[in-house]
């Protein structure tokens, strides 16, 4: 199974920038901090291009079975594994290869594992057992610590932050995809600030759903 990842942040870059659900069509702009100023990472770099996955929403009222804990409003997060910094906005056919149950600030955060199979440099990869053991535990350090440069706490794991194999990130994937359908037919008026309706929209490519 491949899914349609957006590119958000390519490799090697540090601003913030995301699909934003507060916008008709959902541009990619740039995060702002409460005082208003851009935000960047200050940790470091992006270690791998980071996107999301389009028509899928962790639901912040359904507990994952991972970590106990409701999804944080958003879809679901991709760590993209291709050694070449992908294009904002992009729109790429990827393979899972795993996950790491990442919490947040008391929120569960997916990351998904994957790579873009039609890129030149696609590692021939087919599951989390395949990835380089160093590259995964360099990835989950980041996501564990790169909010402290912010002057936040540690972020956490489930499962130990062990990074589950392919089948099962593809049940979560799926699990996000059932919570933006259930989610879109729940909500009559679909308004873009109140409803997971903004998930199966981008302007990255056209004025409609991916």
Known sequence: MLLSFVCEIPRNSRPKIEIHKSEPYNPLLQDVKKDGSLRYYMYSDSLVNYGAITQTWEDPNKKDPDTGLGGDNDPIDVLQ????????????????????????????????LVVDVDAADAPNWRDVSDIPKTRVDELRDFFRLYKTAEGKPENKYGLDGRAVDAAHALVVATGTHVHWAEGRKGNAECEFKTSPCWMGLSQTATKGEL
């Open 81 to 112: 594994l291709n050694e070449s910094p992908c294009e904002r906005g992009a729109i790429q056919r990827v393979r899972v290869l795993g996950g790491l149950a990442l919490i947040d600030e008391g929120e569960t955060d997916w990351k998904l």
